[in-house]
Each structure stands twice: as C-alpha cells, then as structure tokens.
C-alpha cells in the first residue's frame, strides 16, 4: 500500500494555498501533532480510501485541512471541527469553489468528525476515516470496529496508515510548499 499517485500541480497548489491562508491565525505548532504534516496524510489516505470508497477528492482535500485548522490545544478541543468548518464558509468563492452539494458533505465532515460516528455519506465516512486512521501519531491504533468503511478495515491500509503516522512521516511533496506567498 505504498504507491500513492503522485499530485497533481494544481491540487499541490490548492493544498499549499490553504495552508498559507490557515496558518496565520492556527494558534499550535505547523509541526505539531494536528498540524500540516497529519493534514498532508490524511489527505493522502483519503486518496487511498477514495480508490474503494469513490469520495468526492475535493472535499476530501478541503477536509484534510479544514478538520483540524482551528484547534486551540493539541487535547481535547471541544467544538474544533465546527470553528474548521465555519472557517471554511469564509473562504469558499475565494481560494476554493465547490457545489452546495460538496460543501454540505465538508461541513458535516468537518463538524462531526470527533463524534465517533461511523454510518452516512461515503465521502463523509472516507474523510472520518482518513483522520482515525492517523491516530498512530498520539499512540493509539486505529479500532476498526470505529471505522466507517470497509477500506479502512482492510488490514493492509490500516497497518500503512498507521505506520506512516506511529512514523509521523512528511510527504515529499509537502515538504517542498514555501508556506510564505511566493
């Protein structure tokens, strides 16, 4: 489970956009625990769930960094996927467009994403997933009767997400976005 397609320019563009646009006000460290690094792999393995699971990518991409951008604290955060999803509504029409359809699936994801639940939209289910499945970076491996979808219980995507994040592994092309305005 180690071949990821690579990314598109565009997409890369659009990740790094939000993220210079999200770090000015994210009170934590941009390396920290919920910072850009676990937002590059759940990103990722979003893509990889998307493979089975057929999620919309752009909200999965808009999730990756909206779910986690308004933590206050690296501990419990009590409301922090809804002030990500509120976040969101100010920059859709400006660095991002997408349907009324996408966005509602984006808010939900973003909003209900510490809740546990585990049933809904694919693409909200592969979002929740590709952010459980990265609990390896605080020491707990994923439950799989906690996870949404039948890839994500698939043992093989879930020992390679886990590894990349027990690893905190940086994607590559993560590690080339300048997060100042070129």
Same mark, same amino acid.
């Given at each position: 489970?180690?071949?990821?397609?690579?990314?598109?320019?565009?997409?890369?563009?659009?990740?790094?956009?939000?993220?210079?646009?999200?770090?000015?006000?994210?009170?934590?460290?941009?390396?920290?625990?919920?910072?850009?690094? #676990?937002?590059?792999?759940?990103?990722?393995?979003?893509?990889?769930?998307?493979?089975?699971? #057929?999620?919309?990518?752009?909200?999965?991409?808009?999730?990756?960094?909206?779910?986690?951008?308004?933590?206050?604290?690296?501990?419990?955060?009590?409301? #922090?996927?809804?002030?990500?999803?509120?976040?969101?509504?100010?920059?859709?029409?400006?660095?991002?467009?997408?349907?009324?359809?996408?966005?509602?699936?984006?808010?939900?994801?973003?909003?209900?994403?510490?809740?546990?639940?585990?049933?809904?939209?694919?693409?909200?289910?592969?979002?929740?997933?590709?952010?459980?499945?990265?609990?390896?970076?605080?020491?707990?491996?994923?439950?799989?009767?906690?996870?949404?979808?039948?890839?994500?219980?698939?043992?093989?995507?879930?020992?390679?997400?886990?590894?990349?994040?027990?690893?905190?592994?940086?994607?590559?092309?993560?590690?080339?976005?300048?997060?100042?305005?070129?």
């Amino acid at each position: 489970m180690t071949n990821l397609p690579s990314l598109p320019d565009d997409t890369a563009r659009l990740f790094a956009d939000l993220v210079r646009a999200v770090l000015p006000d994210y009170p934590l460290r941009p390396e920290g625990t919920h910072g850009v690094g #676990h937002w590059a792999r759940v990103w990722e393995t979003g893509v990889a769930l998307a493979k089975s699971t #057929h999620a919309d990518l752009e909200v999965v991409l808009l999730f990756a960094v909206f779910h986690d951008c308004q933590r206050q604290n690296e501990g419990w955060d009590d409301g #922090h996927g809804l002030r990500g999803a509120e976040l969101a509504v100010e920059y859709r029409g400006n660095l991002f467009e997408i349907s009324d359809r996408q966005f509602d699936l984006l808010f939900e994801a973003c909003a209900y994403h510490t809740d546990g639940v585990t049933y809904g939209d694919p693409t909200v289910m592969t979002c929740w997933d590709a952010d459980r499945l990265d609990l390896g970076r605080v020491g707990i491996r994923p439950d799989r009767e906690r996870l949404c979808t039948d890839a994500a219980r698939d043992i093989e995507i879930l020992d390679w997400a886990n590894d990349r994040a027990r690893e905190r592994h940086v994607p590559e092309w993560i590690k080339g976005i300048t997060l100042s305005p070129e």
